[in-house]
């Protein structure tokens, strides 16, 4: 027969995990993941802080074993290649101001304007650089001091996503970790605060990890957020958890992970070569029937005196070093083409298309970065839609309007290089054929068509004031009155 204290612990054994157990076995296996360390190691990429770093000069020592030595040269030259990479595809798909279209009243296009303007649009610019270093980045919705509503930026090694379908597009809850620095008489620690949203709340908890590894809760369950209605301050939360996840493609690989060995590798050849010139002196200085003394004595009086002594019919003579570059070279070129090939990047050093190149040449050029933009703009346009979400919810409890209704679409602008004499050309060529609102769209030195038609009705409009003031015809006359007797009296 089972005690009382078999069957608790029975009941314990098979009963669900709390919330706060999922938060700690959540947290502890996302700390030890590949997919974390893959998150720290683009950033650190990007700030160039590569594996060239940890380079050290060796020899074979005593039985065979290297040892570090430290009179030779030890070059640790880093190329910014993902920095690069990164900040090409985020101006490329980012860095213009993006366009808003809704079939809603110009009210709700007006407020969403408030929402998505310049500043969302600097934040959406370093949410994409989050996202290509780290394969997803992370934006939180919450309600500033001053009750607005505003979008905040996570890093991604912080979030635990807890999703509902396989196909990660629906969030069951989100887990937030980070650490704090605090003072506690004059010695200073630190704590791990770890967060669990869901759609009933937010539950908050504290870690020493020198004390304890558990987790010890900070209060009850609060709220997403509080609102004054009626005079009453009231608790409430959103639908689902208030974060959104921006994927730099539908697998959350970041980029590091897909050029990291290359990078390094290119890193590590330029470095050793630079070892190579500075350690190799130009010619290999032979003594024969050196008269006595160190070698040590013999290169330092070759430094000072420029002489050194020999015996008999000793000498002094140098042998030729050649350095062979040639397989260096190409093997750097290769090197530095898959970067870019793989990256999905372009290689602006090229010389493949001349200094003038076509469009379809430029548009061969930047296939493979269209290619991965492409991807990011499928990508960003599916979290948009459901930061969207929380704006319609948020104007609803505000104005009582609900705008769910309306499509709204989110329109990135790219920065697309061009032959700037062919467009013109063409657009010249299409007077009469497309409207010259399309004309002025195409245009590359038109950057807003409705600013641009003003000054184009406004110049024609002076110019008509203008002709009607000159004198009749041009010739010096009056212009010809309605009455036709005055007309007769002037001729």
Known sequence: MSTTQDIIRMLEENSPMTNKEIALQEVTDFKGSMKRQLMILGQMYYENKTKILEKKRTVVGEGGVRQEVHNLANNKLIHGFVRKLVDQKTG???????????????????RLSEYFGKDFQRT?????????NKGIAWLQVYYTETEELAFKSIPSEEIVPLWKDSAHTELDAVIRFYDVIYYEAK?????????????????????DRLVSKDLNPLGEVESHFTAIVNGKEMLLNWERPPFVAFKYNDEEQPLIEMIKTLVDDYDLRMSENADNIEDMPSSIIVLKNYGGGKLEDARRNLAQLRMVR?????????????IDTTALSNH???????IYEFGRGVDTQTDK???????????????????DANTIEAEFQASLEQLLWFVDQHLYNTTKVDYSSYDVDFILNRDVMINETEAIENVKNSV????????LANHPWVTDVKTEEERKKTEADEAMKTAE???YGGTGGNPPEKDPTKQDEQS
């Open 310 to 322: 020999v015996d008999g019919d000793g000498g002094i003579d140098t042998l030729g070093i050649d």
């Open 332 to 338: 750097i070129a290769e090197l530095r083409k898959s």
């Open 187 to 207: 010695t200073k620690k630190t704590i791990t605060i770890v967060e669990f949203w869901d759609s009933k709340g937010v539950m908050r908890f504290s870690q």
């Open 353 to 371: 298309f001349g200094n003038n190149p076509s469009g379809i040449a430029l548009r061969s050029l930047y296939q493979d970065l269209d290619l």
């Open 432 to 439: 009469g054929i497309l409207s010259d609102e399309t004309n």
């Open 92 to 110: 490329y798909l980012l860095s213009k101001p993006f366009s808003i279209q809704t079939d809603g009243p110009d009210e709700y296009k007006k």
């Open 124 to 132: 959406l610019k370093n949410v994409g650089k989050n996202a290509i």
């Open 469 to 471: 003031d000159q004198p």
